[in-house]
T-cell receptor
Framework: DAGITQSPRHKVTETGTPVTLRCHQT?????MYWYRQDPGHGLRLIHY???????DKGEVSDGYSVSRSKTEDFLLTLESATSSQTSVYFC????????????FGPGTRLTVL | SQKIEQNSEALNIQEGKTATLTCNYT??????LQWYRQDPGRGPVFLLL?????KEKRKERLKVTFDTTLKQSLFHITASQPADSATYLC??????????FGAGTTVTVRA
């Protein structure tokens, strides 16, 4: 258990509303990631962070923004949710050891109606 | 663009047999390759890492090979058990701390 929690775990929202997902870690790791997972696509990187206030885009960043004001929290915001953003969202961290292995949170299932 | 393919979506095998999963990639020169296990409703869990200069890695009943010429990794589960039933993901990475994942192969081990 890498001490990663995600909230909420489940959310149903309406198209056009903003949504914020939270990832919280207890281990003080520098690198944090947001992925989405959809059938047939596997995990796709949305955004990642390499330190407080240091973030960068992944391969599917359109429609998403992130913020990291504290080491332990990484927020993912859907500025105006669309049905195509219905997915399972995973947060991950890496201890940035030589192996670069990632540790994942339990996921958030988001449904946009 | 980069492409990672895991050869089949589902693999059904008898308990005690060896499961072999394939991960192929194109337009990529990874520094390392990782394998993860994912159970339904859970996040992926790291299993093994193999670096570009390594040919084979073992961990208990798991074996991974990495052929950078063929651009392929094979993942073997020997003496498979029903508890090995899960989805297995391969992931490729470089020195930028980012990973690219395949879509996964779901393994079902029949008792």
């Amino acid at each position: 258990d890498a001490g990663i929690t995600q909230s909420p775990r489940h959310k149903v929202t309406e198209t056009g509303t903003p949504v914020t997902l939270r990832c919280h870690q207890t281990e003080n790791h520098r690198y944090m990631y947001w992925y989405r997972q959809d059938p047939g696509h596997g995990l796709r990187l949305i955004h990642y962070s390499y330190g407080v206030k240091d973030t960068d885009k992944g391969e599917v960043s359109d429609g998403y923004s992130v913020s990291r004001s504290k080491t332990e929290d990484f927020l993912l915001t859907l500025e105006s949710a669309t049905s195509s953003q219905t997915s399972v969202y995973f947060c991950a961290i890496t201890p940035a050891s030589e192996g670069h292995e990632q540790f994942f949170g339990p996921g958030t299932r988001l449904t946009v109606l | 663009s980069q492409k990672i393919e895991q050869n089949s979506e589902a693999l059904n095998i008898q308990e005690g047999k060896t499961a072999t999963l394939t991960c192929n990639y194109t337009n990529y020169s990874p520094a390392y390759l990782q394998w993860y296990r994912q159970d339904p409703g859970r996040g992926p869990v790291f299993l093994l890492l193999i670096r570009e200069n390594e040919k084979e890695k073992r961990k208990e009943r798991l074996k991974v090979t990495f052929d950078t010429t063929l651009k392929q990794s094979l993942f073997h589960i020997t003496a498979s058990q029903p508890a090995d039933s899960a989805t297995y993901l391969c992931a490729l990475g470089g020195n930028d701390y980012k990973l690219s994942f395949g879509a996964g192969t779901t393994v079902t081990v029949r008792a």
